[in-house]
């Protein structure tokens, strides 16, 4: 269970004895092995301050994490384990931090600041936080200060606080479902629609999980998928005065590579007549990024790469040359499904690794992979890719060599 700080834990580990711990700490290894025996040498060490020994170890623990996905200044922050979770990564922060340039802004749900020192950051608008959480608040003054930059940030909440002239920005708590998939507008609190009511004189922005339905939402502007290094990071609800899609409800997916830099931006004004056409042997099979899909973007992804569409209920696109900068599937061979058709292509390549992957079918990756194994018994460095999908009626087999980035 993660610790629970309190006010008084942030202030003392802002200060001077908390520099001096943490610094005892970051030495230590700190791993779930180590734990235990770790934080019994740290409570030795805190005599009267032994009690901040969770406090401390958690801390360190988050700091390691905090950095790769934060920035530099987090190696010197303070985070809650659930806050940090829910934290935009640098990079993809920054992107949004673009769409705002120039743009005074209000986090009505700072949190611990990591959007916040992003948009203080900016050089340009003026910035403000508040958080309903008084150690969320306490932990983003604190990462203002390391991060060098200034934001007034304040305890109120989202639903009443008024933005004092600047655009209002939210990125509410995912709700805990135990378990159960959400995907409407109260799949966060506060409900998109409660941030809306709140703040009708000017919607605010926000950032929502990116499997919420926004289509059921049918909220006026614009909503933008965004990935990073090939994994969806956020949707962000963009209100009607910061749209630049056209349409009641526009849409747009940012594809982002690793450090931040845009590699592809598709929008749903933007040509998707495309044809439809199984794959042959000597073409390639091409997923699109998962923004891309969400999006709803996949025909108009296929247009701008001289693509087709295998099925036209199916994101998987075929084509003579696939995209620059990804990874896509050379087809092998092809053939309708059947087990015994795929674990002969198996035996006759020496394939000892089969990456399975599918769309439109029923098939279970891992149960097929098992059931092949018999087949599979070549040198482990022999790889293919077996692509399954519905194609018409039926489905169909195609066997592949993964090319491209990282293949």
Known sequence: MAYRFTIDDVAWLAGPAGD??????AERPLTDASLLTDLGRLRARLGDAADRAGAVVETV???????DKLGGWAAGGLFTDEAL???????????????????????LTCSIGGDLVVLAGRGEGTTAGSDLDPVRVAMARHNLDQARVDAAVTVADALTVRARGGLPYADPARRDTRGRRVMGADAVVPSVGDLDAAHAARPPVLRVPPGLDYEALARPGEVELVSLAGSVREAVLWPAELASVTGPVGRRATVLDADGTVRLALTSDDPDDIPVRPAAVGEYLIDPDPAVVRAHLVRGYAARFALRQLDPHLAYLTGPTPPPGVRSFLVLDEAPFTERTVAGWARRDGVGTLEIKQRGTAVVPDDLRRRLRPALRGATRQAATLVLARVGRSVHAYWCRAVGPDA
């Not at 001096?20 to 700490?25: G, K, N, T």
């Not at 623990?61 to 950095?67: E, G, I, M, Y």
């Not at 769409?99 to 209000?106: F, Q, S």
Request: no cysteine; aromatic share 0%; charged share 30%.
């Open 61 to 67: 623990r988050l700091r390691r994490k905090a950095t």
């Open 85 to 107: 979770q829910q934290a935009s990564p640098v990079a993809v922060a920054r992107h949004r931090a673009r769409r705002l340039a120039g743009v005074d802004v209000h986090d």
């Open 20 to 25: 001096e711990a943490l610094a005892a700490a």
